[in-house]
């Protein structure tokens, strides 16, 4: 058999980043970001499948509901509250969260919305307690430049991170609430054309893009 040379047969790729964001407390509560395996509340929840604010089912969620897991959800008093447990209404967006993205969204030269809205992204596989991810359209367009040549950015999202998921054997799926709410940054990219190196270039560039941003930031809190 040939050996098979993805230069050879071209190759193109979309990116869509996600990153943590090193802010000091979760986007939508007082609760701090750290990850421990000790927990002091545990709780189980099953979770079905509702129409969307389109008024359309998910076929995905649709999918996952006919699992009929239940869901084993572990809490450290330190790094969760009842907002993650979802026993309380969301606190204010965290603005150093949103100070971030809008920074990195400038960067990116990418054209920031005057009004930011929480949408609802229906996830029923447990990985979060409300049946769905919290998400900000902050920016659209823009582009970043990789040896002269510009990538287009096609959206800048601020959202929730998910549970971390600790097993899932049977009927039963467990999970920790500890990385659930830490703000994450979402950037989708145009598709890519060319070589691996010019990918790879392209993500390291993005990783230093993130470096500085956040150094700017924490200068600006200063
Ligand atoms: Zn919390």
Redo the contacts with the bound molecule.
């Keep these: 058999m040939s050996e098979f040379i993805i230069e050879n047969v071209g190759l193109k790729v979309g990116l869509e980043i996600h990153q943590q964001l090193s802010t000091n407390k979760?986007l939508f509560?007082?609760?701090t970001p750290f990850e421990s395996d000790e927990y002091s509340i545990k709780f189980q929840r099953k979770l079905r499948a509702v129409k969307s604010e389109l008024g359309e089912y998910d076929p995905a969620a649709l999918f996952e509901s006919s699992k009929s897991k239940t869901i084993l959800y572990y809490a450290n008093l330190e790094s969760?509250?009842l907002?993650?447990q979802d026993e309380e209404p969301p606190h204010e967006l965290d603005s150093n969260a949103k100070n971030l993205v809008l920074i990195i969204s400038s960067a990116l030269k990418s054209n920031i919305f005057s009004e930011i809205y929480p949408m609802r992204k229906t996830v029923i596989d447990g990985s979060n307690t409300t049946g769905f991810q919290r998400t900000m359209l902050i920016s659209q367009g823009g582009h970043i430049d990789v040896n002269g040549e510009k990538i287009g950015v096609q959206s800048i999202c601020l959202e929730e991170d998910a549970a971390r998921l600790l097993g899932d054997k049977g009927n039963i799926r467990e999970y920790s609430l500890d990385r659930l709410?830490i703000p994450l940054i979402e950037i989708a990219l145009e598709p890519v054309e060319g070589d691996s190196k010019k990918v790879k270039k392209l993500l390291w560039l993005l990783e230093d893009y993130y470096e500085v941003q956040k150094r700017s930031l924490a200068g600006l809190a200063r």
């Design positions: 979760k509560c007082s609760c969760s509250c907002v993650e709410g």
